[in-house]
């Protein structure tokens, strides 16, 4: 039997660093599971928009495909606007069935992501201790959304840093800079700031600028193309395959 073909639906940017990381991590992800078709989608910006890829998917005879949003935390892109385009675009593909995947986050694979950039930017474990951490997302309006990156900074807390609080770069408070001056002022001497977002763009920039602004020691980069990353995406792709029992494809 055929296996489905996994869609990754990627937010869309007007800076082509977004693309181009979101292709990169489509690559790793077709060199883990060779034979895979892998294919990218766009909600905005960028081509190929959703809507085409699912005609061009349905004009070659794919039957099945498992949506995956491109997100870490489930809120308006993930909650109605992903499922508004795809059946939207299914009115007119009555041969295809489409199900949407659960969004990344949370998971211990972006975790240790997170802790790969805090590395690679000259965090060692050993350095925890001595160290606060800004846990930098993108922001929501969504309530959901903001507990869950309330959820990871906790825990995270408990993996050995001394202080961790959460950040973002719109909608929600703090700002990466308001937590940096916050751990400052609890007495830290060493602050991180680590952005918990996929791939660069307007809001990875401001978290950046924020960092900068309040002084950080330590900017780790966005996740981007990480083979944890990649075998997340596997198996959020898995898991949507033999769905849970009561979970109805879009198609159904």
Not at 146 to 175: D, K, M, N, Q, Y
Request: hydrophobic share 45%; charged share 25%; net charge positive.
């Amino acid at each position: 039997m055929t296996s489905p073909v996994l869609l990754v639906i990627a937010h869309g940017s007007r800076d082509p660093r977004h693309a181009a990381t979101v292709h990169a991590l489509t690559a790793r992800v077709r060199a883990l599971r060779p034979g895979l078709r892998v294919e990218t989608g766009f909600l905005d910006f960028n081509a190929p928009s959703v809507p085409r890829v699912l005609e061009r998917l349905d004009g070659q005879g794919a039957s099945e495909v498992v949506a995956l949003p491109l997100l870490l935390t489930r809120a308006f892109h993930a909650k109605s606007d992903i499922p508004a385009v795809l059946r939207e675009a299914r009115g007119g593909l009555p041969r295809l069935r489409v199900r949407q995947a659960e969004v990344l986050g949370p998971s211990p694979l972006l975790n240790s992501a997170l802790e790969r950039r805090l590395e690679e930017a000259g965090v060692r474990p050993g350095d925890r201790g001595s160290t606060g951490l800004v846990l930098a997302s993108a922001g929501s309006t969504d309530p959901e959304a903001i507990a869950v990156i309330a959820e990871i900074a906790r825990e995270l807390r408990h993996t050995g840093w001394c202080s961790v609080r959460p950040a973002f770069a719109s909608a929600s408070r703090p700002r990466t800079e308001d937590a940096v001056r916050a751990l400052r002022a609890e007495g830290v001497r060493r602050v991180a700031v680590a952005p918990y977002v996929i791939a660069p763009g307007r809001l990875p920039d401001r978290i950046a600028a924020g960092a900068a602004e309040a002084g950080a020691d330590v900017l780790a980069g966005v996740l981007g193309p990480s083979p944890e990353l990649a075998r997340l995406l596997l198996d959020r792709y898995d898991e949507a395959r033999v769905p849970a029992a009561g979970t109805a494809s879009l198609s159904a």
